[in-house]
Nanobody, 121 residues
């Protein structure tokens, strides 16, 4: 099995920063794309940022210039640096990874349990 564990959420004031981390564990042969989704109360889950195994990134328009995604392939980790946070960024943030568990396996998506980010004065 594969587990993803997020950390780094919390309560911050507008304009402040947070750094989310997500660590993958278990049987992992290769991780392809990793990403962060978020879901605010009453809203659908949306993709915030994603990064391929070669380092190509993409972001939802609302976070461009403020958030930065990165990864450490040796540790099966992905990070989300969030700067200039706004109240609209308040949501539960989920880590996701497209994983191949062993050479002959097919890839599948795994999700973390989520971490709460609250931006409020």
């Amino acid at each position: 099995q594969v587990q993803l564990a997020e950390s780094g959420g919390g309560l911050v004031q507008p304009g402040e920063s947070l750094r989310l981390s997500c660590a993958g564990s278990g049987t992992i042969f290769r991780i392809n794309t990793m990403g962060w989704y978020r879901q605010a109360p009453g809203k659908e889950r949306e993709l915030v940022a994603a990064i391929t195994s070669s380092g190509n990134t993409n972001y939802v328009d609302s976070v461009k210039g403020r958030f930065s995604i990165s990864r450490d392939n040796t540790k099966h980790m992905v990070f989300l640096q969030m700067n200039s946070l706004k109240p609209d960024d308040t949501a539960v943030y989920y880590c996701t990874a497209n994983v191949k568990r062993y050479l002959s396996d097919y890839t599948r998506d795994y999700w973390g349990q989520g971490t709460q980010v609250t931006v409020s004065s």
